[in-house]
């Protein structure tokens, strides 16, 4: 599982995406939306929705890293 977080212009909050694409994945649908005019970058996240910001209003985009999630109660014994 993977966080994306987005940063839009002149909205205060980022939209955060959990996705199950990869890092590279994920850079090289941000660089092919930002080659076209008039783009838009577009994502799916874990649950199969949709999420899809024209390239002109993108502030920022964080990728992280591969996430594995933990199983179990860490440090509980």
């Given at each position: 599982?993977?966080?994306?977080?987005?940063?839009?212009?002149s909205?205060?909050?980022?939209?955060?995406?959990?996705?199950?694409l990869?890092?590279?994945?994920?850079?090289?649908?941000?660089?092919?939306?930002?080659?076209?005019?008039?783009?838009?970058?577009?994502?799916?996240?874990?649950?199969?929705?949709?999420v899809?910001?024209?390239?002109?209003?993108?502030?920022?985009?964080?990728?992280?890293?591969?996430?594995?999630?933990?199983?179990?109660?860490?440090?509980?014994?």
């Amino acid at each position: 599982m993977m966080e994306v977080k987005i940063g839009v212009r002149s909205v205060h909050r980022e939209l955060v995406v959990e996705t199950d694409l990869s890092a590279e994945q994920v850079e090289e649908e941000i660089r092919n939306a930002l080659s076209v005019d008039r783009g838009v970058f577009a994502i799916t996240d874990a649950k199969g929705r949709r999420v899809v910001v024209p390239v002109a209003s993108l502030g920022f985009v964080e990728i992280g890293e591969d996430e594995s999630r933990p199983v179990g109660f860490g440090g509980t014994l």
